[in-house]
């Protein structure tokens, strides 16, 4: 500690803050750098199967502190957040905050960091939907305004930024963490096959010998309206009766199919319901598919990483390279263009694409040669 002197406190709340966290604790911690990378886990998600074997996977270091905020509204989540933290930045007098993505965490301990008057780091800065009835849109916003530093994963990420009026010094385009992680991975990934039949468990799972899908759905505009969430299901209903799909089921996603009275056996035979699955499991899910369905902004990054063809359930996306360069396609939610999409995917194999600028696997060190030089002054 006394060689170490200086505190760089990094956040995590949310699932997919810790693949993105893993390479950049461990870049910080480098001797080189001489900074102490001090872990904070705001506890926003709170599911073993949503938090615990990620720490493993990725040998993350346990957090130094956990707030063990669990879910609420926004207002509540974010006020319970800004509360719980304060007094580990009193107790700690970090140089620095550094926090990641668009979680209601980031934006949380960035406030409560830049009214103290301690620089907040933002890593995968400017990435912009266009959408605002996005909660993670607005956190996006409101954490680029009040970082000292902003990293970036594309190019266009700066221009977003510049429009809002960031000074161009402050931004640095760097690739991007998640797919450092995802590199560091891709030998523990796991096969698709093994973990099929590891989560069913007595069934045996359906036969994937022949290709698979894969399906995730989270967004609130996806699951929480009970006709949207209907026709999406019935839509991959169909389109499993092509291909059969393994689809891992987020908490939120449940919570909403149990509310509409959607069971398992409603999906038919073809579609694989699990619980949320590991890191390594759900890489090699992904890495084996032969289409990915999905309306997470992680699983696009880490389709067009791996030239597994995406299929975006979204009007939108704040990560544009992954369909300007990669292997994602913007669908939206209308039934007809999703299955129309999925046959011409079975039919060609969908888009080649490639692997973006800097998604090279040394994103971290890029951020932590930064932090070095902005912070050096403090660094003896
Ligand atoms: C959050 C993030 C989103 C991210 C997603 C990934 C915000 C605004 N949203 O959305 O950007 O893509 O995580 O997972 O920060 N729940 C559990 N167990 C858990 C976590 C959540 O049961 O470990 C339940 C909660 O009680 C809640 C629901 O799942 O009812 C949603 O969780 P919440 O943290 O509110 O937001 P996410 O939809 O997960």
């Known amino acids: 500690m006394e060689d170490n002197p200086v505190k ?13 966290i893993a390479p950049i604790i461990r870049a910080l911690g480098n001797p080189a750098f001489r900074f102490t990378p001090v872990l904070v886990h705001t506890g926003q998600h709170y599911d073993n199967d949503m938090k615990h074997s990620f ?9 130094d502190t956990d707030l063990g905020v669990g879910s609420g509204s926004h207002a509540n989540q974010t006020a319970e957040i800004m509360k719980r933290f304060e007094p580990v930045m009193d107790a700690e007098r ?45 956190n996006r916003v409101l954490t680029d305004q009040i ?9 266009t990420a700066a ?9 161009p010094a402050r931004i640095h385009f760097v690739g991007n963490v998640m797919i450092d992680t995802l590199f560091d991975n891709l030998e523990r990934a796991l096969p698709a096959a093994e973990t099929v039949r590891a989560r069913a468990e007595s069934t045996g799972g359906p036969d994937i010998s022949a290709g698979f899908g894969l399906v995730t759905l989270h967004r609130p505009s996806n699951v ?22 393994v689809f891992p089921v987020h908490p939120r996603t449940r919570q909403r199919m149990e509310a509409a009275g959607f069971t398992s056996s409603d999906l038919g035979p ?8 590991g ?13 990915v369905l999905t309306d997470s902004g992680g699983v696009q990054e880490e389709t067009t990483a791996l030239g597994v063809p995406c299929i975006t359930l979204r009007d939108n996306t704040e990560r544009p390279i992954t369909v300007d360069q990669g292997t994602n396609t913007l669908i939206g939610t209308d039934p007809d263009r999703i299955r129309e999409a999925a046959r011409q995917i079975l039919a060609t194999g969908g888009k080649a694409g490639r692997v973006p600028e800097l998604w090279d696997g040394r994103a971290a060190e890029r951020i932590a040669a930064v932090i070095h030089d902005r912070y050096q002054d403090t660094v003896q």
């Open 8 to 20: 760089v406190l990094c956040v995590v709340g949310a699932r997919p803050n810790f693949m993105k």
């Open 224 to 245: 929480d309206d009970p006709d949207t969430l209907a026709g999406l299901l019935k839509c991959l209903r169909e389109i499993s009766e092509q291909l059969p799909l």
């Open 159 to 167: 221009d977003n930024l510049i429009r809002e009026g960031i000074d």
């Open 270 to 277: 073809a579609i694989f319901t699990t619980a949320p699955l």
């Open 147 to 155: 970082s000292d530093l902003l990293f970036t994963t594309e190019r």
């Open 55 to 63: 720490f493993e996977q990725l040998n993350i270091p346990e957090p």
């Open 279 to 291: 890191y390594h499991e759900m890489l090699g899910l992904m890495r084996e598919a032969r289409l």
């Open 94 to 138: 970090p140089r620095a905050v550094l926090v990641v993505g668009d979680v209601n965490s980031t934006i949380a301990c960035s406030l409560v960091a830049v009214k103290k008057g301690v620089p907040v780091i933002h890593v995968e800065a400017g990435l912009r939907s266009g959408d605002r009835t996005m909660p993670e849109e607005i």
